[in-house]
């Protein structure tokens, strides 16, 4: 039987004494350099990083895994460069052009189709495994001469919360999100679909009930039912788009010394709020390449 949970009780005053707002978050930026900068992939095709400031928080709460992983302080020493948005499929094909991150099946259909695609070059690559995005940081860092890699899951939070100490960089979990995030909201019911060119079911559909299943918040409806291409919500306080939603994300960080998972972090278009927060974590399997799991670069 697993160890008996105690919580403990947290002083969240003092969780929120390093917390800033967004302006203070553009002032550290512009206090060290240049705010963003632009890498070539290959001719033609480039990749736009924001400076991300040295500094210290209070790591957040892991209600994602077990065992629990409670508040700690974290100190990131030295500044960073962080991709401004995911990796999409043009940028990885640019230096793997067999990698295809295809389609999102649907519920219930005559299969004249794959169904929903992903792999359009404009959204972020998935179907991607932590050593196929580690060799693209390695094959990416040769060309360019720069120290490219994963961020480290304190670098990730750190990041993503630009001075919030909410539970999303933007404020609480159950806030409307539609202009912050493309999470699992209300647009998830058109997964049901029907008919031989496969179209959404109709509400009042008699069998909806059996194939619209998918869990999804009903308080907001961000306009989108997958990833599309980053960019299209409001950017953090330090420029970060789509840091908790559109595809979680692979960071280089271990679950722990005795097992080789790897921790991903954020949401994405297929996961609600409460399991997308600034401190959620997934484990995969080095070797795994999840169906909602891309990646962002930093440089170091």
């Known amino acids: 039987l697993p160890e008996q949970r105690i ?48 500094g210290k928080f209070q790591m957040g709460e892991d209600e994602g895994s077990y065992p629990l992983e409670t508040f700690r302080k974290v100190r990131i020493k030295k500044g960073f460069w962080m991709g401004e948005m995911e990796v999409t499929n043009a940028q990885y094909r640019a230096l793997f052009p067999e990698h295809d991150s295809r389609y999102i099946g649907q519920q219930w259909k005559d299969h004249t189709s794959p169904g929903y695609p992903v792999n359009h070059p404009e959204q972020p690559v998935v179907r991607i495994s932590w050593e196929e995005a580690m060799t693209f940081c390695r094959v990416l860092g040769e060309r360019t001469g720069l120290a490219v890699t994963l961020p480290t899951e304190e670098q990730w939070e750190w990041a993503c919360r630009a001075g919030s100490g909410d539970d999303m960089w933007y404020g609480s979990m159950d806030m409307d999100y539609s202009d912050y995030e493309n999470l699992a909201d209300s647009q998830i019911r058109d997964l049901a679909v029907m008919g031989v060119d496969p179209r959404p079911m109709p509400d009042n559909y008699p069998l909806r009930k059996f194939w619209d299943f998918v869990p999804r918040d009903t308080f907001s409806d961000d306009g989108n039912l997958l990833s599309v291409r980053g960019g299209q919500y409001r950017s953090n306080g330090w420029g970060l788009y789509d840091m908790q939603g559109n595809v979680a994300e692979w960071t280089r960080s271990e679950r722990s010394e005795d097992t080789e998972d790897k921790i991903v972090r954020g949401g994405s278009w297929r996961d609600r709020a409460r399991t997308s927060t600034a401190s959620y974590r997934r484990y995969y399997k080095p070797w795994q390449a999840p169906f909602n799991v891309g990646f962002r670069v930093i440089v170091e």
Request: with cysteine; charged share 40%; hydrophobic share 35%.
């Open 7 to 54: 919580d403990k009780k947290v002083d969240t005053a003092k969780i929120r004494e390093w917390c800033f707002d967004e302006e203070t978050a553009r002032n550290k930026q512009l206090s060290e350099r240049n705010t963003v900068r632009e890498i070539e992939i290959v001719p033609g095709i480039s990749m736009r990083l924001v400076w991300i400031p040295s």
